[in-house]
């Protein structure tokens, strides 16, 4: 009898605390919000740099932001679906529009344009994931970004090294 009484007050506890365990604060949902934006535009930018850079600096460097930003958000996306916060699967509007406008540049002026758009996306973004792993509520996402702050922040010394002329 006694048993009976732990394991349903077990369970009961269990089941009270679950939904409370998946909630998720409205800071780390603006979090996840603006870098998984952040990272998707990384990601798509550094496909767009691999194919159409002028030098092999840039290209080198779309690949790395297109292989290092597909890691972090899914490993974002893991915690985000774990945590109850959409993921969002696209571009919001802003960054598409930023996208194709990147898009349709060629030569030294894409490469310009593709470093200052890589230096501000990750000044933001670094930024973000600075105060998360200071602020967040969520202790997964505390963690990820402190460590992801650390690929930023790699991500921006790299960048620094092409040099304002993209090579």
Known sequence: ????????????GVALLAPAA?????????????VSQGGMFEVKLGQVAADQGATQDIR???NTEMHDHTLVGDKLKSIANGIGITFPDTLNEQFQG???KLKSLSGVAFDRSYLQAMEDIHAKDGAAFAAEAHHGT???LRAFAAETHRIVERHVGELKAIGPTGG
Request: glycine share 2%; net charge negative.
């Open 1 to 12: 009898m006694l048993l009976a009484r732990v394991t349903l007050a077990t369970a009961l």
């Open 22 to 34: 998946f909630a998720a604060s409205p800071t780390d949902e603006a979090f996840v919000a603006k």
């Open 60 to 62: 080198d460097q779309g």
């Open 98 to 100: 930023r996208l194709d």
């Open 138 to 140: 969520d202790p997964k």
